[in-house]
């Protein structure tokens, strides 16, 4: 397996912020030869990494759209998550339905439940991943006037491929261990599922927000800590897949302690995380998309609008363009930033 020594990222990161030091910094970005290769030259993990690729124009800079940018209907997504979340679970439990309980295939064992469903969410990003592609090319990005989407800079593909390989099988295994998972029992709406289980999941998702606000503005402030985050924003426009880009420690705070955390405070069963971990990285994906639109949450939205806390992916766009100096510190909701005064102005989308 070929990726970064502790050394190779070290010089890149310096790298990336002598570049961003020039006073030309927010016109360039890192190397990215990789995405001029034909496909069939590019490496495995340069392969994989081409899932992550939206249309050309986006990479491109535009002319400047004079109209503010659209409301995107939420309800579109509810109804797209409604028939993309619930397959694995459906399969699940017409397997249990289908094969006899005499059968010694009957229940699936936790280490066959994880290959499953880690496959099923694997097929979840993609067609995330895919979906933001399509509504980046429709609407346009924020700020593509100035500066288009970056790419992955060749030096982080296979970072990139890694990230999203560890993310994947840390939040399937963990979805099954914090939640219990019982391999004698499906999934079954108002059992393993709470008929509120919409409530539940926004609840966790706001404890999640709040954990991860505290450690996203720790490490912003703290210079020392400011170098385990500093690989995730080599990137100024990133696009849906490179929300997963990180370093070994910040991996391991993201994708254990901060959902840990969360699940101490909002428990969750362990079909409940899988819809759970299907939206957080839904809205991780769009946050990092940079879509052109009025584009809020999916659950929390209406709670959270009449408070001015509803969140936006301009939000997490405006984060990455302020790089170091921070501000939009949340990822699923403005509650904390707004208590805390972290938040900032939205330049495009605002609403009269």
């Excluded at 390989?165 to 999934?187: E, Q, V």
Aim: hydrophobic share 40%; aromatic share 16%; net charge neutral.
């Amino acid at each position: 397996m070929t990726t970064l020594t502790k050394t190779e990222t070290a010089e890149f990161l310096s790298e990336i912020e002598a570049i961003y030091e020039q006073p030309l910094a927010y016109k360039l970005r890192a190397s990215s030869k990789w995405v001029s290769k034909p496909f069939e030259e590019r490496s495995f993990f340069e392969k994989i990494a081409s899932l992550e690729l939206a249309n050309k124009r986006n990479y491109e800079v535009q002319p400047k759209n004079p109209k503010p940018p659209p409301i995107h209907n939420i309800w579109i997504e509810r109804f797209w998550l409604c028939y993309t979340i619930p397959p694995a679970l459906i399969i699940q439990r017409l397997w249990y339905y289908l094969v006899p309980e005499t059968s010694y295939f009957h229940v699936w064992h936790p280490l066959f439940a994880f290959l499953f469903y880690y496959i099923a969410f694997f097929l979840f990003i993609t067609q995330v991943a895919k979906r933001s592609q399509y509504y980046m090319n429709y609407y346009g990005t924020f700020d593509e006037e100035n500066r288009p989407r970056d790419y992955v800079p060749d030096k982080l593909v296979t970072r990139l491929v890694m990230s999203v390989n560890i993310y994947m099988m840390a939040r399937t295994a963990g979805g099954l261990i914090l939640g219990g998972y019982d391999r004698n029992t499906p999934p079954s709406l108002g059992h393993t599922i709470s008929w509120f289980f919409v409530v539940k999941v926004g609840l966790w998702l706001i404890a999640l927000d709040f954990f991860f606000y505290c450690y996203h503005r720790i490490v912003h402030i703290v210079p020392f800590l400011w170098r385990i985050h500093s690989l995730h924003h080599c990137t100024k426009h990133p696009t849906a897949l490179q929300s997963i880009l990180a370093g070994d420690i910040q991996e391991l705070i993201e994708i254990f302690l901060v959902p840990f955390a969360a699940s101490m405070i909002m428990p969750l069963t362990a079909h409940e995380f899988w819809i759970a971990q299907c939206v957080l990285i839904y809205m991780e994906a769009g946050g990092h998309s940079g879509i052109r639109a009025y584009w809020p949450h999916v659950i929390l939205y209406e709670v959270l609008k009449p408070f001015g806390m509803e969140i936006c992916i301009e939000d997490h766009d405006l984060h990455h363009r302020y790089g170091k100096s921070g501000m939009n510190y949340g990822k699923q909701t403005r509650i904390f930033d707004r208590i805390f005064g972290t938040h900032c102005d939205r330049v495009e989308c605002v609403q009269k």
